[in-house]
């Protein structure tokens, strides 16, 4: 499956984005979605998940009550609204698909990768 990410940009703190993950292929439905970030000079980290049918969610800590994603099966899309955006949440996003077993949590669960999208929120 080709990932897509789209959406980001520069904002305001406070300000809100919505990135979008554009699938091709007709398995975006069997895969866990993640979406991941990586600022400058420091790891990839997730920032959340979403189970092949949407039912269950993970997000990180840091982005709890701020950021929710969502799925939509029938358009192979993913999404990931950000809302209460903060300087500490600029970063390269990437959405990610993996079906294999194991944490979501890392990198090495995922199969597929699309290119990232920067978002900057300025203070």
């Known amino acids: 499956v080709q990932l897509q990410a789209s959406g980001g940009g520069l904002v305001q703190a406070g300000g809100s984005l919505r990135l979008s993950c554009a699938a091709e292929g007709r398995t975006f439905s069997s895969y866990y979605i993640g979406w991941f970030r990586q600022a400058p000079g420091k790891e990839r980290e997730i920032v959340a998940g979403i189970s092949r049918n949407g039912g269950n969610t993970y997000n990180a800590d840091s982005v709890k009550g701020r950021f929710t994603i969502s799925r939509d099966n029938a358009k192979n899309t993913a999404y990931l609204q950000m809302n209460l955006l903060e300087p500490e949440d600029t970063a390269v996003y990437y959405c990610?698909?993996?079906?294999?077993?194991?944490?979501?949590?890392?990198?090495?669960?995922?199969?597929?990768w699309g290119r990232g999208t920067q978002v900057t929120v300025s203070s």
């Open positions: 990610a698909a993996g079906r294999g077993s194991g944490s979501i949590l890392i990198t090495g669960f995922y199969d597929y």
